[in-house]
Nanobody, 125 residues
Framework: QVQLVESGGGSVQSGGSLRLSCAASGYTYSSYCMGWFRQAPGKEREGVASIDSDGSTSYADSVKGRFTISQDNAKNTLYLQMNSLKPEDTAMYYC???????????????????WGQGTQVTVSS
């Protein structure tokens, strides 16, 4: 079955960087759409970045220019490079996958069928 395992979260100061990883297994990785989402306490899960099976990317306005989504198909791994982190980036970050090759709204959590367990990112001021 599809398994997604995130890693790389932690605590950093404002302006710092982190790189999240999501190791995928149980399916043909390159044929799926992938996304990163985050959820802060009391808030709805929001899309951060996504990448289609053809490599097209989408970003939330709040992270454009600071976050970069990428993948290594040979390693079945998705990444999220996060630079210039802000306290408002503090959240649990989740990796998600869907078997469709193209999603209508790739930053909507409702589009994805498979989820990892999450990794916590905390940014202090």
């Amino acid at each position: 079955q599809v398994q997604l395992v995130e890693s790389g979260g932690g605590s950093v100061q404002s302006g710092g960087s982190l790189r999240l990883s999501c190791a995928a297994s149980g399916y043909t990785y390159s044929s799926y759409c992938m996304g990163w989402f985050r959820q802060a306490p009391g808030k709805e899960r929001e899309g951060v970045a996504s990448i289609d099976s053809d490599g097209s990317t989408s970003y939330a306005d709040s992270v454009k220019g600071r976050f970069t989504i990428s993948q290594d198909n040979a390693k079945n791994t998705l990444y999220l490079q996060m630079n210039s982190l802000k306290p408002e980036d503090t959240a649990m970050y989740y990796c998600a996958a869907d078997e469709r090759w193209l999603l209508l709204t790739p930053l909507s959590f409702r589009e994805y069928n498979y989820w990892g367990q999450g990794t916590q990112v905390t940014v202090s001021s």
